[in-house]
């Protein structure tokens, strides 16, 4: 059998006040989620282990059999991924920001008004040759970019440019050891070009006529080095793809070779069409046997403290789930959870064990026909994050036999 994961972020949550003290899964109106629980079974998951605060990234690369504590370099390689570079094992990653500097080169805006539009054209001229280094810089969203360094002796040993506060002037990069001496050296040498390039280019001449802050500095930080990972697909014996709008996933699924079956149009917020994303991922499975599908907007409500609306976009995905994969159920094994819980309340990640639902054709069920956090506990499954591919696999029967 194929199977479908798909990843609700910041699924899970706690009691919130304006929903009479029920969780936004369990207040949602859910019958489509509900009828999966009732024909197989439900649980939580820790997706990292119990008490251990995830990330989406630590989160993601769990799931998929990658050990975060083995793998995970820092948000700058996997960011920089999503924004569609294509990096190599040995690349070192920051996380940028188009910022806004005075003529004394002070910082007075450090994501350049929260700029939208025109970072592509802001971007290009940025990627360059420097000694015998390959910069390479891609925009991200709003004012977020990713700047990467490729070449002989680049490495991790360096100080942020980033003064983390306006007022200030970007640091002068410094090498941590030995061993980062020319990384710094690129790095400044990037910076000083880097402020005469932006202020040439026609979008900065134009926000300065309109009286817009410009963009006109690059901040970075959070240096990291690009892992190597093995493939996913020679790793489990099949073809894999992925459904997702947001950065951060989808550099991921990237990295380990995931194909990227993702519509466009989707985005990694509350206005998503869900409908899109889960046609698609049923579509991709004709042509591959293993879809994630991230959808963002449940983790987007949870920072916000938006547990209505989080509530609201649970909805959204149940409806959605009725028009496509409900249609296909009992050829696949269908997986739904969470990367981690975002509760409204909280208004952050938190280390609460998400919500887990797993239902294939012929499976145990265990009698639990209402799917949220508080009915879980009645459910079957107890899991980690490192548990899940070898239970969808085992439940796909594409597991081999431990022993004789
Ligand atoms: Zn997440």
């Not at 990384?183 to 990037?190: G, H, P, Q, V, Y």
């Not at 901040?219 to 997702?244: C, Q």
């Not at 879809?291 to 938006?306: E, P, R, S």
């Not at 952050?348 to 265990?366: A, F, K, M, W």
């Amino acid at each position: 059998m194929k199977i479908l994961l798909i990843i609700a972020d910041g699924l899970g949550d706690r009691p919130f006040g304006p929903l009479d003290g029920k969780t936004p899964l369990e207040a949602a109106s859910k019958p489509n989620l509900n009828a999966l629980a009732r024909e197989g079974m439900i649980g939580l998951i820790d997706p990292i282990l119990p008490g251990i605060i995830p990330g989406s990234d630590t989160s993601h690369l769990n799931y998929l059999g990658y050990d975060p504590f083995k793998y995970y370099t820092g948000r700058g390689p996997f960011e920089a991924m999503g924004t569609g570079l294509k990096l190599k094992g040995g690349d070192v990653a920051f996380r940028a920001n188009f910022a806004t500097v005075d003529e004394k080169g002070v910082v007075t805006d450090r994501r350049a008004g929260r700029i939208r539009e025109g970072t592509s054209d802001l971007a290009r001229p940025l990627n360059m040759r420097i000694e015998d280094v390959e910069v390479l810089f891609r925009e991200g969203t709003e004012h977020r970019a990713a700047l990467v360094l490729r070449g002989e002796g680049i490495t991790t040993d360096v100080s942020d440019n980033d003064p983390h506060a306006e007022g200030l002037k970007p640091r002068e990069i410094v090498a941590t050891n030995e061993n980062g001496k020319k990384t710094a050296r690129i790095l400044n040498e990037f910076y000083r070009l880097s402020l005469e390039i932006l202020k040439a280019q026609p979008l900065n001449s134009k926000r300065r006529a309109e009286g817009m802050k410009e963009a006109n500095a690059i901040l970075y930080r959070g240096g990291g080095l690009v892992p190597t990972l093995p493939n996913f697909n020679e790793r489990y014996s099949l073809k894999a793809g992925y459904v997702a709008a947001v950065a951060l996933v989808s550099g991921i699924c990237r990295l380990v070779g995931l194909k990227d079956f993702s519509p466009r149009g989707v985005t990694g917020s509350t206005d998503t069409d869900v409908k899109a994303k889960f046609a698609a991922a049923v579509e991709a499975l004709k042509e591959v046997d293993f879809v994630l599908v991230n959808v963002k907007g449940t983790d987007i409500a949870g920072h916000d403290g938006n547990g209505i609306g989080k509530k609201e976009f649970i909805e959204r995905i149940d409806r959605a789930l009725g028009e496509t994969v409900m249609k296909i159920r009992d050829d696949i094994v269908i997986c739904f959870t969470g990367d981690h819980s975002t509760p409204a309340s909280a208004k952050e990640h938190t280390s609460d064990p998400v919500p887990i639902l797993l239902r294939y054709h012929g499976c145990r069920r265990d009698g639990v026909g209402e799917f949220d956090e508080i009915n879980a506990k009645d459910g079957y499954l107890r899991l980690k994050g490192s548990d899940l591919m070898n239970v969808l696999l085992s439940s796909a029967n594409r597991a081999e036999k431990y022993g004789a």
